[in-house]
């Protein structure tokens, strides 16, 4: 059983609307969670952290997290073209580890 | 420095050489991780260093694989007898301490023939 998983797309929007991506994880004591996104052949690059349930909002984007269904989402608000990418959902699994569990990524295209 | 830096960008040789590939953490970040990233897949762990110490190597797939950070700076990932599987981007990343932010590097892809 994977322990981060995430539907891996392709996901393609039309440019201005919404992008939701959505990443469920199997540790219960998971504590820090977040979202890079990848452009293809580069370093993935932070783009949200969350770690109380809830939502978090910066910018066009808001992570939302839910503890009780291992749930954690990233919306994309007036997505644009260049929010074209691959986004990587992130676990810290908090059980003394302090490396991240990665999902496989989906790939987002925004169509303008 | 201002990011994390990773040397070469590319790296290619031949199934049995060996290889070291560097990596030089943002300063004063005291936790420095290495993952490798298959094409298609998301990065996956190999080793933490907590300042000069491997506090997780847990990840490293085989005894091939060593990695050193004599300073609590930089560190070197080394792969020995190299196999055709051993062929990913290897990424760096650090952070300020345990459980903080990570950043990542630019990664070096290893291409082994």
């Known amino acids: 059983q994977k322990e981060v998983e995430q539907n891996s797309g392709p996901l393609s929007v039309p440019e201005g609307a919404i992008a939701s991506l959505n990443c469920t994880y199997s540790d219960r004591g998971s504590q820090s969670f977040f979202w890079y996104r990848q452009y293809s052949g580069k370093s993935p690059e932070l783009i949200m952290f969350?770690?109380?349930?809830g939502d978090k909002e910066d910018g066009r984007f808001t992570a939302q997290l839910n503890k009780a269904s291992q749930y954690v989402s990233l919306l994309i608000r007036d997505s644009q073209p260049s929010d074209s990418a691959t986004y990587l959902c992130?676990?810290?699994?908090?059980?003394?580890?302090?490396?991240?569990?990665f999902g496989t990524g989906t790939r987002l295209t925004v169509i303008p | 420095g201002a990011g994390v830096s990773q040397t070469p960008s590319n790296k290619v040789t031949e199934k049995g050489k060996y290889v070291e590939l560097r990596c030089d953490p943002i300063?004063?970040?005291?936790?420095l991780y290495w993952y490798r990233q298959s094409l298609g897949q998301g990065p996956e762990f190999l080793i933490y260093f907590q300042g000069t110490g491997a506090a997780d190597d847990s990840g490293l797939p085989n005894d091939r694989f060593f990695a050193v950070r004599p300073e609590g700076s930089v560190s070197t990932l080394k792969i020995q007898r190299t196999e055709r599987g051993d062929s990913a981007v290897y990424l760096c990343a650090s952070s300020l301490g345990p459980k903080n932010i990570q950043y990542f590097g630019a990664g070096t892809r290893l291409s082994v023939l």
């Open positions: 300063s004063g970040h005291t936790a």
């Open positions: 992130a676990v810290n699994m908090g059980t003394g580890a302090n490396n991240l569990f």
């Open positions: 969350i770690y109380s349930n």
